[in-house]
């Protein structure tokens, strides 16, 4: 019967101080901001929205995008239909690029992925609108 206690007690102090591992590693945005990052975001429209095969090969060709080494994180998205008038729910994409510099956004442009990804993609797509932005 003391072993299971014993046991009992270390598992509960185990427990414990994982919850208080995971609580203290919690931070607001305001202490993590985003600094000297390039953001490149851009938005597609595809011809053919709800053709699988045509949406396949487009995310396919993201996922391809993405491997560019300079690129820091990114994120691929769909839109979130809203109600409110301020939002822009209409593109099919949305493509979302981090780089630690804007060099690192130029040599992204020229890069052999990247051209690939635009030759391959572009007939899929009827509109694109892209917006640069760093801190």
């Known amino acids: 019967m003391e072993d299971r206690r014993s046991f009992m007690m270390k598992m509960a102090a185990g427990m414990a101080a994982t919850s208080l591992v995971a609580v203290s590693a919690q931070v607001s945005a305001r202490e993590l901001p985003m600094k000297k990052t390039f953001v490149h975001h851009v938005f597609f429209w595809l011809k053919d929205p709800k053709n699988a095969d045509s949406r396949r090969e487009f995310e396919n060709g993201l996922q391809a995008l993405v491997k560019v080494p300079q690129i820091q994180s990114y994120h691929i998205g769909t839109p979130v239909e809203s109600p409110r008038d301020v939002v822009d729910d209409s593109f099919t994409y949305s493509y979302m690029a981090?780089?630690?510099?804007?060099?690192?956004?130029?040599?992204?442009?020229?890069?052999?992925?990247?051209?690939?990804?635009?030759?391959?993609?572009?007939?899929?797509?009827?509109?694109?609108?892209?917006?640069d932005a760093m801190n």
Do not use: G, R, S
């Open 98 to 131: 981090f780089f630690k510099t804007a060099e690192n956004q130029q040599i992204y442009q020229t890069h052999p992925i990247h051209l690939k990804f635009v030759e391959d993609c572009q007939h899929l797509w009827e509109k694109v609108i892209v917006y």
